[in-house]
């Protein structure tokens, strides 16, 4: 029979274990500008970044069918609800809150079945700027909001550093241009304090090295939400063309 101790020791070693292989991650850096909002990854092979939903879109880490299976119930379910209910209550607060989080905490609390190895991003694009939402799920079912930008990463290290630097530079809303190149060097910021966790800051020196270290076998990619656009679908991934301009400048 398992004592609240023993119960307790599996939590510890579960959560341990999904920490050492989350740390390798690409991180993935949320940022709300001037007309929509961005998550911007670095890939080497499958995407990383999925539309949800008319104005959901989500990027995770973690083992890739963990991270495809999440993927799959969150559209699943935006599109049950918003069949069931209307488009405008498919909200990510539901997505994440209500069909999410509860199955990954089960899953992370039951010693018979195996844990979700598996840490996501949400965004949600409002009518303005102030309006954009983020959300990070943990494997556990701990969830965060947060708005104007967002970080997830391998480590809470690499969260908080990633964090703080856009917090320095974040002082209103961006625009395209100006977003683009901050969440590049915040992704360096993030991959550098998660492969070294005794460094508390990240120079930007330091982050473009970490950038074009990767830069060599991975390709940048940037899904974004459009709040102005005369395309149907305010989804797209934003063609590598359009990003060599800022590749070349961070070099």
Known sequence: MLTPYDFQENLQQRAQYIRNRLQAGSPVIGISYDNGVMLVSLRRRGRKVFEIYDRLIFAGIGNQSDVETIRIAAVDFTHQEGFVRSPDDVTI???????????????????????????????????????????????????????????????ALAEENALDYLSQQLSGVPSF???????????????????????????????????????????????????????????????????????????
């Open 177 to 251: 241009e100006t977003a683009i190149p901050i969440a590049l060097t915040a992704w360096g910021i993030a991959r550098h304090s998660a492969t070294q966790e005794d460094e508390e800051s990240v120079s930007e020196s330091v982050a473009r090295d970490a950038l074009r270290e990767v830069l060599g076998d991975a390709s940048v990619e940037v899904g974004i939400l459009e709040r102005e656009t005369l395309r149907e679908n305010r989804f797209r991934l934003v063609p590598s063309e359009q990003l060599e301009p800022f590749l070349r400048r961070l070099g």
């Open 93 to 155: 607060q539901r997505v994440v809150g209500f069909a999410l989080s509860p199955a990954l905490k089960k899953a992370f609390g039951d010693p018979f079945t195996a844990p979700f190895v598996f840490r996501g991003l949400f965004a949600e694009l409002g009518a303005a700027p102030d309006r954009d939402l983020f959300y990070t799920l943990n494997y556990d079912g701990e969830f965060l909001q947060n708005s104007a930008y967002a970080v997830l990463a391998g480590t």
